[in-house]
Every structure is written in C-alpha cells, then in structure tokens.
C-alpha cells in the first residue's frame, strides 16, 4: 500500500492564520464573538466554541465589552460600520487575499465598470465580494452567463476559491456579451496549487480521499475534480466516514483536504486508512494460517 498526502492539502494561510487569531482572542479577552462560523467545518467550529469563540448572529448578541472577530471570508459592509458605530473591539481576520479582491472590485467600479463576480450564490466571501459596490451580479453557471444582458464595460472577478474550468468556462460566454471586459484573475495561489495536485493525483492513485466538511464549496470542489478523473474519489468529514470496502483491490491512496481542514484531521483520516489495511492484511494472514 501507497499512500500519499497532497502537499497543500487542508488549511491554506488565511483560514490558519483566522483560527489562530481566533484562539489567541479568545485566550486573551476570556471569550470572542463571531457573525457565524469563522470557517466551514463543524469540527473546528466546535474546538473553537470551546476554547470560548462563541457563535452570534447579530452585533446586538455580543457582551458589552466582548470582541467581536470578522471572518477569513470577509464581511459586508454594513457590519464594519455598525462595529465601528458602537466602538466594538473589532479583530479582523479576513484572509488578505480575498481583502484584495475587495479591492479590486472597487478599483473596476471606479473605472465605470459594470462588476460581474463569478461564484457560488449565498457563500459568505462571494456575498462581500459583491456588497463592496452596488448593482453587481453574481453568476455562478454557464447556464447564467448566458442569461447575461449585454454591456459596454464590465469588470470580472471570481470567487477565490472557483475552479479555473468554470471561470474559464463563464469567460468565455462572458466574452460575448460585454465589448470591454476586465477581468481580474482572483483565484487564490493556495487554491491553485491545491486544484492542480488534485488533479494529478487523481490520474495516479487508484482511490482518492478528500477530507472536508460538506458545507465547504471549496472541499466539494476538489471532490468534483477527483471524481471527474478518478470515480473512486470519496469524500469524508473524518476517519469515522471511512469504508473499508472502498479499499479493496486498492493499492496507491491518495489523500487531499480542503482549505478549512486541520491537520489533526489530516493525520487522522491518514491513520485510519493505514488500520484499515493493517486488518486486511491480519485477516489474509490469518487465513492462510487457518488453510495450513
């Protein structure tokens, strides 16, 4: 058996570095609040809430005098202003990468650009993506951009967590529809990176497991790009998901994770998978010794 761990697999800097200031709040002012889950992944959300970041869903739900931190994914605007309004200890950890788009966006805007940003519809960074100007759209499909209406300028962003097919994809039909386009490629690194060891991977190895929550587009992105390449791809939350009839006649795993994935998840579904072959082979050797 040959297992092998995607080199980027699980959390990519922004989601790490969100967590960690997440528990370093909640260490130092005893508790932090927090507009929903700081990442997609109920298992972190959990760890969190008991280390003291607690889940609220408004401002009015936070103490007085209690932080409230702003999510990797981003925040509208009307929530910095309502913090900052009432003076509220405000820890931000917006993943910088999707600040940049923010900025981006705005850049376009100015230019007298029509915004048109590629992403799923009711995600969390897309919903800030797109509050940062008025009157922008959301497309998530081909289907969609082709129910486009025509425009002079457009400025074109995406999601950063999109597969390049599906930008690539829109863009194209996009490019029909709009006679001076921008776009802004806002894929992020981290993402990139992942997508394509994915993709590789999947070509490789006889079974590919993907570890993430199935809240997480961005972990049931990566499923989808193992299963087109790969139909024995499967998606887990932990090693409790694993079936031991996945592996059988299998010899060459491979392993990815989303980008809200920890490493002790990681490890764990890693474990799994080795103690699953380790009673496959007890059991052949316990039968060879029954036949003798």
Same mark, same amino acid.
């Given at each position: 058996m040959k297992l092998t761990?995607?080199?980027d697999a699980g959390y990519c800097f922004g989601v790490r570095d969100a967590v960690?200031?997440?528990y370093d709040a909640a260490e130092k002012y005893g508790n932090v609040h927090m507009l929903g889950s700081i990442v997609h992944n109920e298992k972190v959300v959990n760890d969190l809430e008991n280390a003291g970041a607690k889940i609220v869903r408004s401002l009015s739900d936070v103490p007085e005098g209690s932080p409230i931190l702003f999510r990797a994914h981003g925040t509208v605007n009307s929530l910095?202003?309502?913090a900052k309004a009432k003076k509220m200890n405000i820890v931000d950890a917006t993943c910088p990468l999707v600040t940049e788009i923010h900025e981006e966006v705005i850049k376009l805007a100015e230019d007298g650009r029509q915004i048109i940003v590629i992403?799923?519809?009711?995600?969390d960074e897309v919903i800030a993506i797109a509050d940062q100007v008025?009157?922008?759209i959301v497309v998530a499909t081909p289907e969609e951009a082709h129910q486009l209406k025509k425009y002079k300028r457009a400025g074109?962003?995406?999601q950063s967590t999109q597969a390049i097919e599906n930008v690539q994809e829109i863009i194209n039909i996009i490019m029909t529809k709009v006679f001076d386009l921008h776009f802004v490629n806002t894929i992020c690194y981290p993402t990139k990176r992942n997508h394509e060891q994915i993709k590789e991977m999947a070509v490789e190895n006889d079974i590919m497991?993907? #570890? @993430?929550?199935?809240?997480?587009?961005n972990s049931k992105r990566l499923t989808q790009l193992a299963s087109d390449r790969n139909p024995c791809s499967y998606q887990v939350t932990g090693a409790s998901d694993l079936k031991p009839e996945w592996f059988e006649k299998?010899?060459? #795993? @491979?392993?990815s994770a989303g980008a809200s994935t920890p490493d002790y998840l990681i490890t764990e579904v890693k474990e799994g998978i080795e103690q699953i072959y380790k009673e496959k082979l007890w059991q052949k050797e316990h039968s060879k010794l029954k036949l003798a």
């Open positions: 761990i995607a080199k960690n200031m997440a910095w202003e309502e992403g799923d519809h009711g995600h008025d009157n922008s074109l962003v995406s497991v993907i #570890i @993430g929550s199935f809240t997480s587009a299998k010899e060459k #795993i @491979g392993i």
